[in-house]
């Protein structure tokens, strides 16, 4: 609490400068005007004067951009200079902090009162935490000055949060599917999966496409270290966030926890055809070094992913992935599937707001279908699946067996599952709930123990905060 009442007075002084600053300027633009040259003036130094002024309001604009994926700073370079040549006086200052420590140096940069126009965030309780501690600047005069209502007649997602504000505009949908070893596949005698297979035929193809032993061992299936592992069947059985209900009460007591439990230590402790997370965690196992090295068939992963498939220097292999459903229980919801988004934000210390919030529009709408990564939220998008899966997929296209990406993609059935209501202490609840999940799963702990523990601290949690 301590740490977000520093940052919330250190941002609050920000904004206050930045508002004393808006105050002046607009008084002097409020002062009586006059078509008579001042005392001792000419008319040619009036016109020098207000020519030098408009030169001025045309002086370059740097806006700086906290930046994720320095292995698409070619693309990200694109998109920067097509805004660029739509917009001269707005130049983009792209900086790459790769890995875990982006949200560490966004953090630390917004707290040292250091310029930071734009960054994102790809969780939705990352970005929740933290706007409810001041780190970025609230969006909605923008969004009305378009003359729209609230942020979702702008995108088909709603990133407004608790006090009913929007600090960041939502970007690169990335959908939840299954890629699969395609000759692994054919090895094992087994077809490409029917778009509505369940976790059930997930578990006995993890365990036909395990073979061998000991280190040289191969797997069916790889989970990862992400929170929503712990939940795998919780995203068919409950609508968006699965750990609170809309009340704001807490749901953990939910059979889908357990279910969820138990499908993980089935498939890694007791079927042994997934790779065990404590060999994840012990090796900090990549899961891309892991798919494309051939130590695991199938990988469950994000869409956004799915153009590193062609990069061959870091990950060698000639092999073609195909791709699957996101599974569903026997008795679940046909096509309904995990996916989440990023969350693009205004930092509290910017100087530009109005020019970052101009910037993240354009990449939100045009700029990510340019990116040919990710798909678009724009409630105006133009660029259809298939558009975006042609990008996805240039690259060394006989690496991916694009009609099967498209099939599942465009399923009929699917019904992405996007986290709604998400208080600003949702993190500290997914956190406290993931470590308990850890160590059931990994045999430390019975279920009932993780999930008993897991409650009260959760509910703790609720209860500070009410």
């Known amino acids: 609490m301590r740490k977000g009442k520093q940052l919330l007075s250190i941002t609050m002084v920000a904004l206050l400068g930045a508002g004393l600053c808006a105050c002046g300027d607009q008084a002097a633009s409020e002062a009586p005007a006059s078509d008579a040259p001042a005392s001792g003036e000419t008319e040619v130094q009036t016109e020098a004067a207000g020519e030098a002024a408009a030169e001025k309001e045309q002086e370059t604009i740097t806006l700086k951009f906290f930046n994720n994926e320095p292995t698409l700073t070619d693309k990200l370079d694109e998109i920067n200079a097509e805004y660029t040549r ?63 209502s609230s942020v979702t007649d702008l995108y088909t997602i709603d990133s407004s949060m608790e006090d009913g504000k929007v600090y960041g505009l939502p970007g690169d949908v990335k959908e939840y599917l299954v890629w699969i070893n395609k000759e692994d596949l054919d090895k094992a005698g087994l077809e490409v999966p029917p778009l509505n297979w369940t976790w059930d035929d997930f578990e006995e193809y993890a365990q036909k496409l395990t073979w061998g032993e000991g280190p040289d061992k191969h797997y069916g299936a790889m989970l990862y270290t992400w929170d929503h ?152 998008n133009t660029a259809g699946i298939k558009d975006v899966v042609e990008l996805m997929t240039a690259t060394n296209p006989e690496l991916y067996d694009k009609e099967q990406l498209l099939k599942v993609l465009t399923n009929p059935d699917l019904k992405n599952n996007f986290w709604g209501y998400v208080p600003s202490y949702t993190g500290e609840i997914v956190n406290l709930y993931r470590a308990q999940a850890e160590k059931a799963v990994m045999g430390e702990i019975s279920f009932d123990e993780a999930l008993e523990t897991a409650e009260t601290q959760c509910q703790q949690v609720i209860d500070n905060n009410q």
């Open 86 to 148: 739509r917009n001269p006086h707005v130049q983009i200052e792209v900086i790459d902090v790769p890995g875990n420590d982006y949200y560490t140096k966004v953090d630390t940069t917004i707290l040292s009162g250091e310029q930071l126009d734009i960054c994102f965030f790809n969780v939705k309780f990352d970005y929740a935490s933290r706007a409810a501690q001041g780190e970025f600047y609230p969006m909605d005069e923008f969004i009305q000055a378009e003359g729209a």
């Open 229 to 380: 592992y712990n939940v795998l069947t919780a995203y068919n059985r409950l609508d968006g966030n699965p750990y609170l209900n809309e009340d704001g009460t807490l749901n953990l007591d939910d059979p889908a926890f357990r279910e969820s439990l138990e499908l993980r230590y089935r498939l890694e402790q007791e079927k042994q055809c997934a790779i065990p997370l404590s060999e994840v965690m012990a090796t900090n196992l990549d899961f891309r070094t892991a798919f494309f090295s051939g130590k695991c068939s199938m990988l469950l992963m994000a869409t956004n992913i799915i153009p590193q498939t062609a990069d061959l220097e870091n990950y060698p292999h000639t092999f073609q992935t195909t791709y699957a459903s996101f599974p569903m229980p026997a008795d679940g919801r046909p096509g309904y599937a995990y996916a989440d988004n990023r969350f693009y934000s205004i930092g509290a210390t910017t100087v530009n707001a109005e020019e970052a919030y101009k910037y993240i529009r354009y990449f939100t709408t045009e700029g990510i279908p340019m990116k040919g990564v990710t798909f678009t939220a724009d409630t105006n």
